[in-house]
């Protein structure tokens, strides 16, 4: 009975996570483009939506947009990651915020370590597969 109950509180509190989709009055993710090669990925969510989940979606936010862009990966340059904001006694929950710089590629770097490369069709692949929400 308890593991029942808590089976369906742990779907309930997922279920109010924020969800993948563009930036509305529920949170979702946003881009700027500052230059050819540079963007900024936003993520806002509410505070149901675990850091790891939000860092996810930034991420395959970037991939998508260097598909987009005909590149092979992107470097993530900066981030500011679950910055709190309150929002007014109308809605109970803070919201999330963050934020990442990248640099698309049109082609592998060379001389750029490894752990900094994302290949775009490898996150798009992964996350799919860990991360059932994902179109």
């Known amino acids: 009975m308890r593991l029942g109950l808590l089976s369906v509180l742990c779907l309930a509190l997922t279920a109010c996570a924020t969800s993948y989709h563009p930036v509305d009055t529920q949170g979702g993710y946003a ?3 500052l230059s050819d090669e540079l963007y900024q990925v936003s993520f806002r969510a509410n505070s149901y939506t675990p850091e790891d989940r939000i860092a996810a979606y930034l991420l395959y936010r970037a991939a998508e947009i260097a598909k987009r862009e005909g590149a092979v990966g992107f ?10 904001i309150s929002k007014p006694r109308l809605r109970p929950t803070d919201e999330r915020v963050a934020v990442i710089t990248i640099q698309i590629l049109s082609e592998m770097a060379t001389g750029t370590p490894p752990q900094e490369v994302y290949q775009a069709d490898e996150i798009l692949m992964r996350l799919r ?7």
């Open 31 to 33: 881009e700027k483009r």
């Open 129 to 135: 597969r860990d991360l059932p929400d994902l179109p």
């Open 75 to 84: 470097i993530v340059h900066r981030e500011r990651v679950a910055a709190s």
